[in-house]
């Protein structure tokens, strides 16, 4: 069955440094989204990608946040100046296409990103 | 650093018995909800999903019923397996029609399955 997935599983960075979260969506999707999750914490939406354009990004997803689909594969998150409160886990998630039965978001099993 | 984690509501049942896992969502116009269950470190799992326009829907052994009214979602497992130890968040969509679609997600309910 395909999946999304995800790379690196875990990411220990520096604060200020800047890090890229890789994601291989489902290879017939259209849709692909950002979430994460802080320790403990409900899942955070953070922004939707389509047609080559976001769609829609919550307050979370400020100027430091960029995601990019280089490829016809890839789809990546860049955060270019991380913060300690950027540590989370931070999970991809694409869908079909716009549609009666093809709403469900399936997610991949996520990044963890520690903020030293 | 990190926050401090939010205390999970926690379900605990016998192996054997059904589970019922409840969930508000917030927003009247919410018109797609989905139950996803996530194991320890790993990604939200789809289990089944419910229209607005729908007031129940079944699936293998899990069952979501939808009461628009109160705005209240309910997941059912029959016959709990130790497998199904997860935690379980209900996650409702504003935007059915959209090409943004994105999810909101509850505070989610951990389930104990004792042998």
């Known amino acids: 069955e395909p999946e999304v997935t995800q790379t690196p599983s875990h990411q220990v960075t520096q604060m200020g440094q800047e890090v890229i979260l890789r994601c291989v969506p489902i290879s017939n999707h259209l849709y692909f989204y950002w979430y994460r999750q802080i320790l403990g914490q409900k899942v955070e939406f953070l922004v939707s990608?389509?047609?080559?354009?976001?769609?829609?990004k919550s307050e979370i997803f400020d100027d430091q946040f960029s995601v990019e689909r280089p490829d016809g594969s890839n789809f990546t998150l860049k955060i270019r100046s991380t913060k300690l409160e950027d540590s989370a886990m931070y999970f991809c998630?694409?869908?079909?296409?716009?549609?009666?039965?093809?709403?469900?978001?399936?997610f991949g099993p996520g990044t963890r990103l520690l903020v030293l | 650093g990190e926050s401090v984690g939010l205390h999970l509501p926690t379900l605990s049942v016998q192996e054997g018995d059904n589970s019922i896992i409840n969930c508000a969502y917030s927003n009247s116009a919410s018109d797609y909800f989905i139950w996803y269950k996530q194991e320890s470190g790993k990604g939200p799992q789809f289990i089944i999903d419910i229209r607005s326009n729908m007031d129940k829907r079944q699936g293998q052994r899990v069952t979501v019923l939808l009461n628009k009214t109160v705005k209240h979602l309910s997941l059912q497992i029959a016959a709990t397996q130790p497998g199904d130890s997860a935690v379980y968040f209900c996650a409702e969509n504003t935007d059915f029609t959209g090409t943004a679609s994105k999810l909101t997600f509850g505070t989610g309910t951990r389930l104990q399955v004792t042998l």
């Open positions: 990608f389509y047609n080559n354009e976001i769609s829609e």
């Open positions: 998630a694409s869908r079909p296409r716009q549609g009666a039965s093809e709403e469900t978001q399936y």
